[in-house]
């Protein structure tokens, strides 16, 4: 086994990829000393992405390996430098995707540190001292306190952990867009770890929602469990016909290859359909019905540590949590299995701080 507690001086424990296999196994190696900026945090939960499989297996390229994988962290305060004001020992707070940037580009100046070109990652990206940034699946985490998320009070460790990657990546674009307007039309393409919070989100802006999606199996679930108002089969020409020229924007989270003029069809004039997923192949664009409608496609990641934070306190106040199955550390290869079939309603949280044993 690799062993990296020697880069830094206080040692930490975690679970790591070692190569494109994606196999993760226990893993020894160090974190930072904790500077006048910092916060340690013993972390208690970490969600599980999409995200984490692609760093894991290389699979959109750029992965240095080992990996530790993990951008949904929660837990509490151990430690924090002599500069640090946001919060105290015994805090709970959250690291997301971002857990570096210049602080002085035009994007960081405007809250907006994911777009910076210098972002570092809490996985996977070299830090500013040279060396490899480990992620949340580890029982320690240090981050700079810009990047750290203050946690609401009484809000689920587990069920919001989520939030800090696919909350603020439904929930950033819904707003960027303008798409969070009460009686607005809102479509959501695709029911699954993004989209069933993006339903929630547009719902608690007061939106009407309609989820579309290829499965009429996910029907119920949208509708009474969700609270969606409606649902699109969109490999049903009728019911999508029916639906031409119906919704203010749609928020498209599906990472497979899939036609975009059908959805582009459902939109009125000068309606925006928002990409959230990343598919591997390119999509065909087609041109027509942007001009003929006005209409225009976008792109959103994830976002800001303002806007993030803002998200995390609407979330609180609305009741809006993930719907997660908590899972041990040991468990995670199998749980990264069965997400790549979609085998999960609808995140999967790792049980670090009562699961994360160096006897695993």
């Known amino acids: ?64 390996y080992p990996v530790v994988p993990g951008h949904e962290v929660v837990g509490e305060v151990t430690e924090v430098g002599s500069k640090v004001e946001k919060v105290k020992v ?64 009484n809000f689920p460790l587990d069920a919001g952990a989520p939030l800090l990657c696919a909350g603020i990546t439904t929930y950033s674009p819904l707003k960027h867009f303008g ?34 999606s290829t499965s009429l199996a996910k029907k119920q679930e949208a509708i009474e469990h969700l609270g969606a108002d409606s649902f699109l089969v969109s490999r049903n020409p009728g019911e999508m016909q029916a639906a031409t020229g119906t919704m203010d924007g749609i928020l ?19 309606g925006k359909l928002v990409l959230v997923g990343v598919p591997t192949k390119a999509l065909e664009l087609p041109v027509y019905p942007l001009i003929q409608g006005r209409r225009i496609i976008g792109g959103s990641g994830t976002g800001g540590l303002k806007e993030t934070q803002e998200m995390i306190d609407f979330a609180a106040k609305n009741n809006i949590v993930a719907d997660v199955e908590v899972v041990p550390m040991e468990y995670v290869n199998t749980a990264y299995e069965r997400l790549e079939k979609a085998d999960v309603r609808y995140r999967f949280v790792l049980d670090i701080g009562n699961t994360l044993t160096k006897s695993a």
């Open 252 to 270: 498209d989270t599906v990472s497979a290859a899939h036609a975009l003029q059908p959805l582009l069809m459902l939109l009125k004039s000068h």
């Open 1 to 64: 086994m690799a062993n990296f507690a020697d880069e830094h001086p206080v040692k930490a424990f975690g679970w790591a990829a070692r190569d494109t296999s994606g196999h993760l196994s226990p893993f020894n190696f160090s974190r930072r000393a904790t500077g006048e900026k910092d916060v340690r945090i013993k972390v208690l939960y970490c969600g599980i992405c999409h995200t984490d499989i692609q760093n894991a297996t290389n699979g959109w390229g750029g992965s240095t």
């Open 90 to 153: 015994g805090d709970k707070v959250g690291v997301g995707y971002i857990s570096g940037s210049c602080r002085s580009c035009d994007d960081c100046v405007n809250d907006l540190e994911s777009y910076c070109p210098q972002q570092k990652l809490t996985c996977g990206s070299i830090y500013y001292d040279g060396t490899l940034t480990f992620g949340g699946y580890s029982d320690s985490l240090v981050a700079d306190e810009h990047f750290v998320v203050r946690w609401p009070e």
């Open 179 to 212: 798409l969070d307007k009460p009686g607005m039309h809102i479509g959501i393409v695709g029911l699954g770890g993004l989209g069933h919070v993006a339903v929630k989100f547009a719902k608690a802006f007061g939106t009407k929602v309609t989820v579309i």
